[in-house]
């Protein structure tokens, strides 16, 4: 899959033209240029909040993986209760995945 032209803008916009680049951020995300160069990048929120979320679950995908090797190495194992409770101190909802 070929990874689409980002939208830029140049910074100096931003202040004469906030409610476009606001409203073109909306479709996605724009980059903020400074002298030719990415100064920043502005999301939406509602996109900022999908990377957060994606970010946490690829977090707590990889401490599972590194747990399971580690109990296989060791053979020990910890209980879906406990390995429930680490998920959700790191902002995972695993609703019905892991029963109590």
Same mark, same amino acid.
């Given at each position: &899959?070929?990874?689409? +032209?980002?939208?830029?803008?140049? +910074? @100096?916009?931003?202040?004469?033209?906030?409610? *476009? +680049?606001? *409203? &073109?951020a909306? @479709? =996605?995300? $724009? /980059?903020?240029?400074? !002298? @030719?160069?990415?100064? #920043?990048?502005? $999301? @939406?929120?509602?996109?900022?909040?999908?990377? /957060?979320?994606?970010?946490?679950?690829?977090?707590?995908?990889q401490?599972?993986?590194h747990? +399971? =090797?580690?109990?296989?190495?060791?053979? %020990?194992?910890? %209980? %879906?209760?406990?390995?429930?409770?680490?998920?959700?101190? !790191? #902002? $995972?909802?695993? #609703? %019905?995945?892991? !029963?109590?």
């Amino acid at each position: &899959m070929p990874i689409p +032209i980002p939208q830029t803008v140049p +910074i @100096s916009e931003l202040r004469r033209q906030q409610d *476009k +680049i606001l *409203k &073109m951020a909306e @479709s =996605a995300p $724009v /980059v903020l240029m400074s !002298r @030719s160069e990415p100064a #920043g990048v502005l $999301v @939406s929120p509602q996109e900022w909040n999908q990377i /957060v979320n994606r970010l946490n679950q690829l977090e707590a995908l990889q401490e599972a993986r590194h747990n +399971i =090797a580690q109990n296989n190495a060791n053979r %020990s194992w910890v %209980s %879906s209760a406990e390995m429930r409770q680490r998920m959700q101190k !790191r #902002g $995972v909802d695993v #609703g %019905s995945l892991v !029963r109590p």
